[in-house]
């Protein structure tokens, strides 16, 4: 329900705020509007407000909207009505009415963004955990406990962004200057080499590859919670249980312990266990769950780990030494929110490119249930997760309607500036065969992003 409510909440403000960029726009430029709708289909619910032209609409299918202006185009006018008919506006204007909608959504995105970074966005300390040996972090003599302190002059608060702020530089294979201090304070200089990064790279956690990780409190093999009915409670485990030994391998950290019984499924298991003064031994055999493969397995390919339902006692003081808050002044804020939305946009634009040439995968295409999903996750972590959700669809839609697409803004916007070039408007014949080309690519996309969301769902 958490999920449902959350998807639908946000479909409906990014297309009310798309479409009310159209609508005022089309206003102010006294063009009349005849319907404004949220969703597609059948109208389940309408209303027109006294002295009003348009009429106000919900619709069956929520996965958009629309404005219906008086156009020529698409039925007979009146001769009064003429003037108010969006066809008949000059070009210039049909231009920012088509281009309101994308711009709305960015309008939003920086509002968004400028509210929580008043309010404070929650993240983690953007502190080095392992270095590996070879990988470009360690030729670059960065030491695991450094502090993260700038990247290329850029402030990095938090993990979050000094992930975004790679990215970025990936796209661009940009130089990496980075400031940090050590755990004694000690001010630290670093140039990290991102040229190994391929583009196939960018589909998963590059962070990983150049061998950057993330620092966390040691989580030890004692046991906190244990689910219902599991192996775990059937064999006897307890809360507060401290895990020696599994199969006779001394066990240090909880990571330990989940690795042995992942790789145990449907076999005895003994653990040797310390229960307040007293140790003693308990045999189990982990449940067999059926889970997606290796990153780059084939799609749908599945393996089978082990579970016994439990999870590990955390201590919460050493996870609050680690997260840290990030606020700015209202004006500060506006400053970070429009670069935070002119950054986003732009990588999003570099993505979509790099998926168009190849050299990034279309599985990073997404549709609706991904979408969905992502929405219920992000509202059940908070309000500020679901904000932070919310600007980056907003961004995404705005990007994606500008792209020049036959039936997008962007191909409209493509046709009006054919207009101005040749200085008449495209032929109608040239509007059918451009309308017929974009329902065919947006066609193969939503294909594309709703076989993605399928292929989540079986490979887990």
């Known amino acids: 329900m958490i999920t449902l409510l959350a998807f639908v909440g946000a479909i409906a403000l990014l297309v009310v705020f798309h479409e009310l960029g159209h609508y005022w726009v089309a206003?102010?430029?006294?063009?009349?509007?005849?319907?404004?709708?949220?969703?597609?289909?059948?109208v389940i619910y309408r209303k027109r407000f006294a002295n009003s032209d348009t009429e106000w609409v919900i619709s069956a299918i929520p996965l958009g909207g629309y404005v219906k202006m008086l156009d020529e185009r698409e039925g007979e006018v009146a001769a009064e009505d003429l003037p108010y008919a969006f066809n008949r506006q000059p070009v210039l204007q049909r231009m920012a009415i088509v281009a309101a909608g994308?711009?709305?959504?960015?309008?939003?995105?920086?509002?968004?963004y400028w509210i929580l970074f008043v309010h404070g966005v929650p993240g983690l300390k953007p502190v080095l955990g392992e270095v590996p040996p070879g990988s470009p972090a360690a030729f670059a003599q960065m030491q695991p406990g450094?502090?993260?302190?700038?990247?290329?002059?850029?402030?990095?608060?938090?993990?979050?962004?000094?992930?975004?702020?790679?990215?970025?530089?990936?796209?661009?294979?940009?130089?990496?200057?980075?400031?940090?201090?050590?755990?004694?304070?000690?001010?630290?200089?670093?140039?990290?080499?991102?040229?190994?990064?391929?583009?196939?790279?960018?589909?998963?956690?590059f962070l990983d590859k150049l061998g950057l990780h993330l620092s966390r409190p040691v989580i030890l093999p004692v046991i906190g919670k244990i689910a219902k009915n599991s192996v775990a409670q059937r064999a006897g485990l307890q809360e507060g249980d401290r895990i020696l030994r599994a199969n006779g391998v001394a066990m240090q950290h909880w990571d330990e312990l989940v690795e042995m019984i992942r790789t145990h499924p449907g076999q005895t298991v003994r653990l040797d266990i310390q229960r307040g003064e007293i140790t003693s031994s308990i045999e189990l055999v982990p449940l067999s769950v059926a889970e997606s493969g290796?990153?780059?397995?084939?799609?749908?390919?599945?393996?089978?780990?082990?579970?016994?339902?439990?999870?590990?006692?955390?201590?919460?003081?050493?996870?609050?030494?680690?997260?840290?808050?990030?606020?700015y002044g209202p004006f500060e804020a506006f400053e970070r929110s429009l670069r935070k939305t002119w950054e986003t946009s732009a990588v999003t634009l570099k993505m979509l490119g790099k998926m168009v040439l190849g050299e990034v995968s279309m599985k990073n295409l997404s549709g609706p249930i991904t979408i969905a999903d992502y929405a219920g996750q992000s509202a059940a972590m908070g309000v500020a997760a679901y904000l932070g959700f919310l600007a980056l669809i907003s961004i995404s839609l705005g990007v994606l309607n500008l792209?020049?697409?036959?039936?997008?803004?962007?191909?409209?916007?493509?046709?009006?500036?054919?207009?101005?070039?040749?200085?008449?408007?495209?032929?109608?014949?040239?509007?059918?065969v451009g309308q017929k080309i974009g329902i065919a690519l947006l066609g193969m996309l939503m294909v594309f992003a709703i076989y993605n969301d399928i292929n989540r769902l079986i490979s887990g």
């Not at 206003?27 to 059948?42: D, T």
């Not at 803004?409 to 509007?431: F, I, N, R």
Request: with cysteine; proline share 6%; hydrophobic share 45%.
């Open 146 to 205: 450094e502090t993260i302190v700038s990247i290329n002059g850029e402030t990095i608060p938090s993990w979050e962004e000094l992930r975004w702020s790679l990215l970025e530089l990936a796209l661009r294979q940009g130089e990496v200057r980075i400031e940090a201090r050590s755990a004694q304070g000690e001010p630290l200089f670093h140039l990290l080499d991102i040229g190994g990064l391929e583009a196939k790279d960018l589909d998963g956690e």
């Open 102 to 112: 994308p711009l709305a959504n960015f309008l939003l995105a920086i509002m968004l």
């Open 294 to 327: 290796p990153k780059n397995s084939l799609p749908g390919t599945r393996k089978t780990v082990g579970r016994i339902g439990a999870a590990p006692q955390v201590d919460n003081a050493a996870w609050q030494a680690v997260l840290t808050e990030v606020s």
């Open 27 to 42: 206003r102010r430029c006294g063009v009349r509007v005849l319907r404004f709708s949220v969703g597609f289909g059948k």
């Open 403 to 432: 792209l020049p697409i036959p039936l997008l803004d962007g191909g409209h916007l493509l046709y009006y500036v054919a207009e101005l070039v040749k200085g008449s408007p495209v032929s109608e014949q040239a509007w059918e």
